[in-house]
């Protein structure tokens, strides 16, 4: 009797030094083991009422990493709303020149672009003098902070005319000759000889890093492949340009056929940085007029916090590759809180609905718990350290989902 007691009175104790509330010994168990997995990062769920179910460390501040992809997309959905489709301009000078105006458009891509050249046809386009591209949507030389200039595709440059992520999928022999890796994109003059310089071998997919107009330009010979494939002829080069065409007739405005909703929902698939970035720069072009820059889409995005409640945090870009974002667990909960009716955008992982984030040294994760009564509870893992691995963090996660009642 007296040894259940000391028991007892030992676990009231740890209970109350560890400030999860009165807890049974199963369950003392498993977030004890939680807290000591964590160490110095963050962890918190809160329930359907918005009560802390478990709170370690909540207002630290710490790295997000890619889950701030999720603060990214809470703020734009709300903003320009789930339906918005990014615009791309196609104007006609007198002369024949077809001007095409960037409008930060994250998934130009190859199969966008056959469309694009079937649209031009079929309104009546059949030849074209220059290509003149127009980037000034996005501040000239724009480069966020975070970003490498490495061949990975997530170092992609962001601009207001892009395709294809700005990254080129191709095939490098050992011997240097290049071919195309993919049947719906024609494998360009630039794109072959970027791949030649790159000296990477085999089948890969990198990103045009030398400089952002070596990524304007490739846009404007995709689409001149492109063009000519629908039979519209291309008599002059292709190059950018300053001019502003506004006052040329506008020939064409191309809505990309995919909606704000599923970019962001491939945006949590592939966790694709340049995609989050280009929403991210989008974002503040629409709200407070071009040209893009970080610091008008900060003030947006902390526009959008404030206006619901959420203590303002800093953030650097819109994707979670610079470091100098910092966030505390308790706010990604209030994201997430006002995130919930998009939450079926994001990843399934047994029962949860998630969005990782990955650094040297940060390994993160945030969403939705899902306990049996079809209930949604808000939860974030951060975690900082050079001997935190993604083991971590899973074994956090598979905790908290046995647990869920």
Known sequence: MVRRLKAGAILIVLTLLLGAGPVSARDMSWSARIRALAGSGAVMVTDEADEPWLAHHPDTPMIPASTLKVVTAGAALATLGPDYRFATDFHLSPDGDLYVVGRGDPYLVSEELAHIAQ????????????????????????????????????????????????????LIGA?????????????????????????????????????????????????????????????????????????????????????????????????????????FLTLGAEVLGPPATADKSRRVVTDYLTSHGIPAFYIEEGSGLSRRTRIKARQMIAVLKH??????????????????????????????????????????????GSTVGVQDRNRILSLLQKNLP
């Open 119 to 170: 649209e031009l046809k079929a309104r009546g386009l059949r030849q074209v003098g220059r290509i003149l591209l127009d980037n000034r949507f996005f501040a000239p030389g724009l480069v966020l902070h975070g970003t490498n200039r490495s061949f990975n595709p997530y170092d992609a440059y962001n601009g207001a005319l892009c395709v294809n992520f700005n990254t080129i999928h191709a």
């Open 175 to 279: 011997d240097g000759r290049v071919a195309a890796a993919e049947p719906q994109t024609p494998l360009t003059d630039l794109a072959r000889q970027s791949a030649a310089r790159s000296g990477l071998k085999g089948r890969v997919r990198f990103n045009l890093s030398d400089n952002p107009e070596t990524c304007l330009v490739y846009a404007g010979d995709l689409l001149k492949a492109f063009l000519e494939q629908a039979g519209i002829r291309v008599r002059g080069p292709v190059q950018p340009t300053s001019q502003d065409p506004g006052a040329m007739p506008l020939f064409y405005r191309h809505r990309s056929r995919k909606s704000l909703a599923w970019l962001v929902s491939q945006v949590f698939k592939y966790s694709n940085n340049f995609m989050a970035n280009q929403i």
């Open 339 to 384: 995130f919930k009716p998009y939450r079926e955008l994001l990843n399934h992982q047994g029962r949860s609905l998630l969005k990782t984030g990955t650094l040297k040294d940060v390994k993160t994760m945030a969403g939705y718990l899902l306990p049996s009564n079809g209930q949604s509870w808000p939860f974030a893992i951060l975690l900082e």
